[in-house]
């Protein structure tokens, strides 16, 4: 079965500095999506980024970008110029690539981040 | 364009009491899912549905059901409320292919004393 682990339950970080969080996952399939997944105080579940496995270039948006290690099933979540409004639980999630009944998104413990003025 | 809209946000119910929380999509999706969110523990699969009609069980489906009678909505029920279902539940949403993850309810507390 595909697990996600995040092993950071809380971190911190400096307004305008870069943080990084981190996300391992364990699946024994070759195609699949990773995701990153914000959720700040309004509980509302925001999608951050997303990598499709089958390529190599990690994905950005913005100031988010993502080191995708594939061959180390690592997924981490990179935040430059971090601001105020990125304090949040982050979650790392998992997905199949095609439907049917194990297409489900699995997901992380999540890592509180809190961002110091 | 509402996407996916849960019902009711906050619920206090008392031990042993029912109810069924709604979760309504407007896009079409062919998938829905039920998640309970707690401290420490992520978000964790109750139930799901991959078309009207159908539903299956998830990673924690005790103490819960749900049912699918048509393709915009997912209703999951308590039938007798326990305390340890006091949790954070969302409902999602999302087409049978994996790249465009899910699209999330708001959430509904649920508190049962």
């Known amino acids: 079965a595909q697990t996600v682990t995040q092993s950071q339950p809380e971190m911190s970080v400096q307004e305008a500095e870069t943080v990084t969080l981190s996300c391992t996952y364990d699946t024994s399939e070759s195609d699949y999506y990773l995701f990153w997944y914000k959720q700040p105080p309004s509980r509302q579940m925001i999608l951050v980024i997303r990598q499709e496995a089958y390529k190599q270039q990690n994905a950005t948006e913005n100031r988010f970008s993502v080191n995708f290690q594939k061959a180390a099933k690592s997924f981490s979540l990179k935040i430059s110029d971090s601001q105020l409004g990125d304090a949040a639980m982050y979650f790392c999630?998992?997905?199949?690539?095609?439907?049917?009944?194990?297409?489900?998104?699995?997901f992380g413990t999540g890592t509180l981040l809190a961002v110091q003025p | 364009n509402a996407g996916v809209t849960q019902t009711p946000k906050f619920r206090v119910l008392k031990t042993g009491q029912s109810m069924t929380l709604l979760c309504a999509q407007d896009?079409?999706?062919?998938?829905m899912y039920w998640y309970r969110q707690d401290p420490g523990m992520g978000l964790r699969l109750i139930h799901y549905?991959?078309?009207?009609?159908?539903?299956a069980k998830g990673e924690v489906p005790d103490g819960y059901n749900v049912s699918r009678l048509k393709k915009q909505n997912f209703l999951l029920g308590l039938e007798s409320a326990a305390p340890s279902q006091t949790s954070v539940y969302f409902c999602?949403?999302?087409?049978?292919?994996?790249?465009?993850?899910?699209?999330f309810g708001s959430g509904t507390r649920l508190t049962v004393v």
């Open positions: 999630a998992y997905r199949a690539l095609y439907g049917g009944a194990t297409n489900k998104l699995i």
């Open positions: 549905s991959v078309g009207e009609g159908t539903t």
């Open positions: 999602a949403s999302s087409y049978s292919t994996g790249g465009n993850g899910y699209t």
């Open positions: 896009m079409n999706h062919e998938y």
